[in-house]
């Protein structure tokens, strides 16, 4: 049986404690900075961040990217809670990048919170996050909103909420990119 072939009992029991894996963990520098795991619907879209920022502007919906995140999930006709958000460094690095250590350091708890949740598509937030995870190389040219194979998952690209947020005038265009999710 596969993990996500499991009751959502036992795959949120298992989340569980890979969450409290991730809140003790110190297998990187950035163990002692803000950590976050990721929440939401065991079943359908996963989102993927490279990590938390301040404040951890993706799950909240006081913060603007939190805001801006569930308005074009709204337009998808999804709410928050229909999706999963996850990042792929648990643990804040500032305002910088994560080095390629600490996303080592990390991959685990990705790929089995993957493994666990059984998305049926995925979409990857910003350029880093889908550089760090080999859906692009530093030289590419960001593709947006195009199918990707990632884990035999079908998966998608597209802006940050960040980006977003200082370029308010491309959020209808981040949503069509949102749009092939649904």
Known sequence: MSVNAEPKSRRRSILAS??????VCKDCRLHRSNKIFG??????????????????MLFSHNQLHGRQLQAALALLGLRRRDVYITTLVKCSPGLR?????????C??????????????????LGRVAAIDLGL?????????????????IKTIVAWH???????????NDWVKQLRVLV
């Open 107 to 124: 991959n685990q708890y990705l790929m089995t919170q993957i493994a666990l949740i059984g998305p049926t598509k995925i979409c990857v």
């Open 136 to 152: 692009m190389k530093r030289t590419d040219k960001m593709t947006c909103g195009k199918w990707i194979d990632f884990k035999g």
């Open 97 to 105: 990048a994560p080095y390629e250590d600490e996303i080592n350091a």
């Open 18 to 23: 890979l969450k409290t894996a991730v809140l």
């Open 39 to 56: 929440d939401g619907s065991l079943d359908g879209i996963m989102f993927i961040s490279e990590a938390p920022g301040k404040g951890h």
């Open 161 to 171: 909420p960040s980006y977003i947020a200082r370029n308010h005038k491309l959020f």
